[in-house]
């Protein structure tokens, strides 16, 4: 018995412990332990695992379906993936960013509605020229997240308040002041969302045309890709990013060091805030066109799982944020072909969320196997 307990504590110091690609190895693990799960489930039910994790990949895009409806394809799939991921990209990003610093932002939520909602009513439904109305979209929810960012980073570093319960009181004054004004003058009598904005000023360009098939164009995309790579480098290769991530390491040693740790935490959380208005803009703007009063988007609490899935990283944020609509997206389609109930497919992506947040608990396991097995070597 004991044998076989060494034989696992090695195979879970192979998978999670430390050394190189300590954090993808985990991530990895993650993803085949919450698959292995789903897989179990759908047995219960009597399906075919393998069958429905191809209906998934076929439902995102990824694989081509049996047969299509008219004017669309595996493309029109794929980029309608792409639209959908754009805006966790930025959410995610948001909230890695900020935990870099060692600032928990579960405020992107709130920041997504109120940035949605300030360039809905400012530019979605005036009649300006297309390529100004977009542009300054984009700038208003940058502008405006970047501003509910500064204020949370601010009263953390001046009064020292629980960036988390600062976050929470946010999330509720902004939706129920966004939800007033919508229900008293936006809102649409028939959907009892609020009015949909006009086309002028869409983030993305529906039943575009090309080769004869009506496309999902998400421009913010390419936009999303270009802010992971510079987000990159200003960790990785500048003064600020090493100063960022003392912070987040060690507050009293960045002190000491000589590093202004308010000015870090205002500078990180306004560029949280800024990504999390993007992600708002391009989900409310770009995705949908309109916002439901009194409804946080779960979006913007589901890029915190994404965040720690990616390991805080930029580009695994990125790639963790395409594995989750992928999954989000190809559950319908599954659902429908496998006759399986909406709430299970749900319950598969819930599982994968789920393992992502607790990566940390199993690199922290790994590394206690780790010292145990050194010690014993040592004796």
Not at 103 to 132: D, K
Not at 153 to 170: Q, S, T
Not at 186 to 206: C, H, K, M, W, Y
Request: glycine share 8%; aromatic share 10%.
């Amino acid at each position: 018995m004991l044998k076989k307990n060494n034989y696992w504590k090695k195979f879970f110091i192979f998978c999670c412990g430390p050394g190189k690609h300590q954090l993808l190895r985990t991530s990895l693990f993650c993803i085949v332990v919450s698959l292995l799960t789903g897989a179990l489930l759908l047995l219960i039910l009597k399906k075919n695992p393998i069958e429905a994790y191809m209906s998934i990949l076929q439902g995102s895009g990824i694989l081509p379906k049996l047969r299509y409806a008219g004017k669309k394809s595996q493309l029109t799939d794929f980029m309608s993936l792409l639209n959908y991921t754009t805006p966790m990209i930025f959410a995610a990003l948001s909230v890695a960013v900020a935990l870099k610093s060692g600032i928990f932002n579960i405020c992107v939520s709130g920041i997504m509605v109120i940035s949605g909602f300030m360039a809905t009513v400012m530019i979605g439904y005036t009649s300006m020229n297309p390529l100004l109305a977009k542009l300054l979209v984009v700038i208003i929810g940058i502008g405006v997240g970047a501003l509910v960012g500064a204020l949370i980073g601010w009263l953390k570093y001046k009064f020292n308040m629980n960036e988390v319960v600062v976050a929470i009181m946010l999330n509720y004054i902004i939706s129920y002041v966004v939800s007033f004004f919508i229900q008293t003058r936006f809102v649409d009598p028939i959907s009892r969302q609020s009015v949909e904005i006009g086309q002028n000023a869409r983030l993305t360009l529906f039943n575009y045309d090309i080769f004869g098939l009506k496309m999902e164009i998400p421009l913010m995309f390419p936009v999303a890709l270009i802010v992971v790579l510079a987000l990159r480098f200003l960790l990785r290769r500048t003064k600020f990013g090493f100063e960022l991530q003392a912070v987040g390491l060690n507050t009293k040693a960045s002190k000491y060091a000589g590093i202004h740790v308010g000015k870090i935490l205002v500078s990180t959380m306004i560029i949280s805030g800024a990504l999390a208005g993007l992600a708002g803009v391009t989900f409310y703007v770009g995705t949908n066109a309109s916002i439901q009063p009194r409804v946080l988007p779960s979006l913007g609490f589901d890029a915190i799982a994404v965040a720690l899935l990616g390991n805080l990283t930029m580009i695994g944020s990125m790639f963790s944020s395409l594995l989750v609509v992928i999954f989000d997206r190809g559950t319908t389609y599954m659902s429908s072909r496998m006759s399986v109930l909406r709430e299970i497919a749900a319950v598969i992506t819930s599982i994968l969320l789920l393992f992502s947040a607790i990566g940390i608990f199993f690199r922290s396991i790994a590394n206690k196997y780790a010292q145990e097995q050194e010690m014993e070597g040592g004796k």
